[in-house]
């Protein structure tokens, strides 16, 4: 008997992801009554915020309001931005978000309004409702004829079955080609689009389920379909409005989408496909799906951009529009006029205004443990203390940005753990902004343009000129 060799090769692919700062984000952190946890979904303190953000989440998926703005205020490294990416990850993939920081509008090679309305479209989904034929059922057996000259094409049959029936259908070249492209095997559930042919793998059949010893996290178990194997099935897409301008503004619009090269979009070409989704919803063809437009750091904007967007949310067609800031009372920019948040008040007069907090030192703890496990770091417990008690007197990012840095120290002394000796030395090699700041009043002389000391001789030069009108 021939020996029989299998090549055991696991390949980790759980961490293909790169690690990035919200990534351990993973919802709001809210139950259904949205009451928000103490710590859930990566989230941790920032209960009001947080329940707030549920509400605005509640509103939006029952889809009844239109042209709301919400403002997340507070100081740098209160969650902000975790809040937002949180409302991304609990309205799913089927309502569209979309997210920008604000200084990105001044460096794209278009005008601000324009810029403005891309984004806008970007975050209003239209959801297209379409009936196809599918042949759905579980494969018996795939039988696929290689023949031994290479001249004559390959040609097989697929046997499928349902509880009720069983059919030998006949595998052209092409559907050979996407059932080998699809990996699909005897025990698969599949669904065959009879119009286009393509092959979308269901899953393992329950029956199947004992076939092997060991399988991946991936495999989804799902029953054998019932009824007939030819069905008429409502197939449901969603585009954004974006896409559809994008796709109809230019004869290679649909390559414009993947070389993010959009352009100008000219105003007949949008009332054009507005006129056309409207006459989609009245025939029950298409819904419109209002999403989220998530602005960071939307104090970047100046008076023109705010204008538009106080015109942009009359709009029945205007989605949620959620902005951040971490400004106080700060100039407007472009004018001289000050306004809390350097936002014009009669904007803000629109805003829903959602306020964050400090963390205390026990949320910084615990904020903490999450991303040494998010970053695949073990950390003894008077390490974390320390590096708590680091992030207190800093700042929470700084603290987040000593973890790795401690790891690989802890590496090159060949330890598993990261110690206080390590987050030690990384403390001493990377500095913050206070020490910064402390080291450049210190040294200010010995840079060059160095500023803070002209000042000082102009405020010394005043106080003298004074003294002798004095």
Not at 99 to 110: H, V, Y
Request: aromatic residues 4%; contains cysteine.
């Amino acid at each position: 008997m021939a020996e029989v060799r299998v090549n055991a090769e696991i390949k980790d692919l759980t961490r293909i992801e790169r690690i990035g700062a919200h990534s351990h984000i993973r919802g709001l952190g809210l139950d259904d009554a949205l009451e928000a946890r103490a710590v859930s979904q990566g989230m941790v303190g920032q209960a009001p915020a947080r329940k707030a953000a549920g509400v605005i989440l509640q509103m939006i998926k029952e889809g009844k309001i239109a042209g709301r703005a919400v403002l997340l205020a507070g100081q740098p490294g209160t969650g902000k931005t975790a809040i937002a990416m949180g409302m991304a990850k609990a309205l799913g993939e089927a309502t569209p978000f979309a997210m920008m920081a604000a200084s990105e509008i001044f460096s794209l090679e278009m005008s601000k309004t324009e810029a403005l309305t891309q984004a806008f479209r970007k975050a209003i989904g239209v959801r297209i409702k379409e009936e196809t034929e599918i042949i759905e059922g579980e494969v018996v057996e795939i039988e696929i004829d290689r023949p031994a000259s290479g001249n004559t094409a390959k040609t097989g049959k697929l046997t499928l079955k349902t509880t009720e029936m069983e059919t030998i259908y006949d595998l052209g070249v092409k559907m050979i080609e996407s059932m080998q492209k699809e990996k699909v095997q005897a025990g698969d559930v599949v669904a065959i689009d009879k119009a286009s042919g393509r092959i979308t793998k269901l899953g393992r059949s329950f029956a199947r389920s004992r076939d092997y010893d060991a399988m991946g996290p991936s495999t989804k178990f799902v029953q054998c379909p019932e009824g007939e194997l030819q069905k008429r099935k409502e197939v449901v897409h969603v585009v954004t409005l974006h896409e559809i301008d994008v796709i109809n503004s230019r004869t290679q619009g649909f390559l414009a989408l993947f070389a993010g090269d959009t352009g100008e979009i000219r105003q007949e070409v949008r009332e054009q496909i507005d006129s056309k989704v409207a006459e989609w919803r009245e025939e029950g063809k298409a819904d419109i799906v209002p999403g989220v437009l998530f602005i960071d750091e939307v104090h970047m904007l100046d008076m023109e951009c705010f204008s538009f967007l106080n015109r942009a949310l009359e709009n029945d067609m205007s989605p949620i529009l959620v902005v951040a800031t971490n400004r106080g009372i700060t100039k407007i920019r472009g004018t001289n006029y000050r306004s809390p948040h350097g936002i014009p008040i009669d904007l803000l007069d629109r805003l829903l205004i959602i306020s964050t907090q400090p963390y205390s030192e026990k949320e910084l703890r615990l904020i903490l443990d999450i991303r040494c496990e998010e970053e695949d770091v073990e950390m003894t417990d008077d390490g974390k203390e320390l590096l708590t008690k680091i992030g207190k007197e800093t700042s929470l990012r700084y603290a987040i940005h000593l973890i790795t840095a401690a790891f690989l120290i802890a590496q090159k002394r060949k330890s598993a753990e990261v110690e206080i000796d390590d987050i030690g030395k990384a403390y001493t090699l990377f500095i913050d902004v206070r020490r910064s700041i402390q080291f450049m009043t210190e040294y200010q002389d010995q840079y060059m343009f160095n500023e803070v000391q002209e000042d000082a001789d102009m405020n010394g030069v005043d106080d003298n000129s004074k003294a002798s009108v004095i």
